[in-house]
């Protein structure tokens, strides 16, 4: 094993390359290494294509959310995904331009206590959108992850993370009731090892492309998400992976409850050749209902 030296001399790598060009950092929908449904979900929801910085806001808010998921299917062999995630967004108003954000959480799972987990933290300073045209806006977005699941700390062995991006939306203007956006992002992830302890390659670069479009009238709004992933990896292979979430929600003042269901998995089927792409899946797809309190 490295020593402590070694793994906070890689952090700050990740640290580095998450905030070295504010300037010219986009905006994007947060991603970390981890594999948590809970942090996939709560990434990927298309009222939230396009993080704004607005002037008149408080110097901080944020918000807290309750979130129940299950497989789809229980095919009675114990391998039903059932949990709850608790789910904090904090943010910090800097100024008029800047806004910097923490995302975490923790995963509790209802048939076994020992795949409790935090979700990674993710640290973003994010810049005040921006007109580009008439039509576009553009959210800019840099970001540095902290392992703090264990999936990421003890299975994969990461040590830190950056992230750059870049959102591009509709401008609320031209139809304030439909959200349209699509945001590339990519950045290097710094492990300790190039395998996992399962022996896995793992990714030492990522990158993806979300595609979101929402539509709500008064209170109610349908939302859908696709994401599409690539790696590279140590080895230099290519990976590619792809999810999906189609949510309805409701919100009353403060509060936001939401139905929806969610599939993800590799691109391809395990012979390489055939599309794995699917709406449902009876085996990975999961739905869930989230309860969301904005302060």
């Given at each position: 094993?490295?020593?402590?030296?070694?793994?906070?001399?890689?952090?700050?790598?990740?640290?580095?390359?998450?905030?070295?060009l504010?300037?010219?950092?986009?905006?994007?929908?947060?991603?970390?290494?981890?594999?948590?449904?809970?942090?996939?979900?709560?990434?990927?929801?298309?009222?939230a294509?396009?993080?704004?910085?607005?002037?008149?806001?408080?110097?901080?808010?944020?918000?807290?959310?309750?979130?129940?998921?299950?497989?789809?299917?229980?095919?009675?062999?114990?391998?039903?995904?059932d949990?709850?995630?608790?789910?904090?967004?904090?943010?910090?108003?800097?100024?008029?331009?800047?806004?910097l954000?923490?995302?975490?959480?923790?995963?509790?799972?209802?048939?076994?206590?020992?795949?409790?987990?935090?979700?990674?933290?993710?640290?973003?300073?994010n810049?005040?959108t921006?007109?580009?045209?008439?039509?576009?806006?553009?959210s800019?977005?840099?970001a540095?992850i902290?392992?703090?699941?264990?999936?990421?700390?003890?299975?994969?062995?990461?040590?830190?993370?950056?992230?750059?991006?870049?959102?591009?939306?509709?401008?609320?203007?031209?139809?304030?009731?439909l959200?349209?956006?699509?945001?590339?992002?990519?950045?290097?992830?710094?492990?300790?090892?190039?395998?996992?302890?399962?022996?896995?390659?793992l990714?030492?670069?990522?990158?993806?492309?979300?595609?979101?479009?929402?539509?709500?009238?008064?209170?109610?709004?349908?939302?859908?998400?696709?994401?599409?992933?690539?790696?590279?990896?140590y080895?230099?292979?290519?990976?590619?992976?792809f999810e999906?979430?189609?949510?309805?929600?409701?919100?009353?003042?403060?509060?936001?409850?939401?139905?929806?269901?969610?599939?993800?998995?590799?691109?391809?089927?395990?012979?390489?050749?055939?599309?794995?792409?699917?709406?449902?899946?009876e085996?990975?797809?999961v739905?869930?209902?989230?309860l969301?309190?904005?302060?």
């Open positions: 094993m490295r020593s402590q030296q070694e793994v906070l001399t890689n952090w700050a790598k990740a640290c580095v390359a998450g905030f070295i504010v300037a010219s950092a986009p905006s994007w929908a947060q991603q970390s290494t981890s594999s948590s449904a809970m942090t996939n979900r709560a990434s990927t929801k298309a009222k294509i396009a993080p704004q910085v607005e002037p008149e806001t408080p110097l901080v808010s944020g918000s807290f959310a309750i979130d129940r998921a299950t497989s789809l299917n229980d095919f009675k062999d114990g391998t039903r995904q949990g709850i995630d608790y789910i904090l967004n904090l943010g910090l108003n800097l100024s008029k331009t800047y806004n954000s923490l995302r975490s959480g923790f995963s509790q799972d209802l048939h076994d206590s020992q795949k409790d987990d935090f979700a990674d933290s993710i640290f973003s300073l810049h005040a921006y007109s580009w045209g008439r039509y576009l806006q553009i800019p977005s840099v540095a902290a392992p703090t699941s264990k999936s990421s700390s003890q299975v994969e062995n990461l040590q830190g993370a950056g992230r750059l991006g870049a959102t591009f939306s509709l401008n609320p203007l031209i139809n304030p009731q959200a349209l956006g699509l945001t590339l992002s990519g950045g290097q992830n710094f492990h300790a090892y190039e395998t996992d302890i399962n022996g896995a390659v990714n030492k670069y990522a990158f993806r492309q979300t595609f979101a479009v929402g539509y709500s009238w008064g209170p109610f709004a349908l939302s859908g998400t696709f994401i599409h992933k690539n790696g590279v990896t080895q230099n292979n290519l990976t590619e992976a999906h979430v189609e949510e309805a929600s409701y919100t009353y003042k403060k509060y936001s409850f939401a139905l929806g269901h969610t599939n993800k998995g590799a691109a391809f089927k395990e012979n390489g050749s055939d599309s794995n792409y699917a709406l449902i899946n085996n990975d797809s739905v869930y209902g989230a969301t309190f904005i302060f």
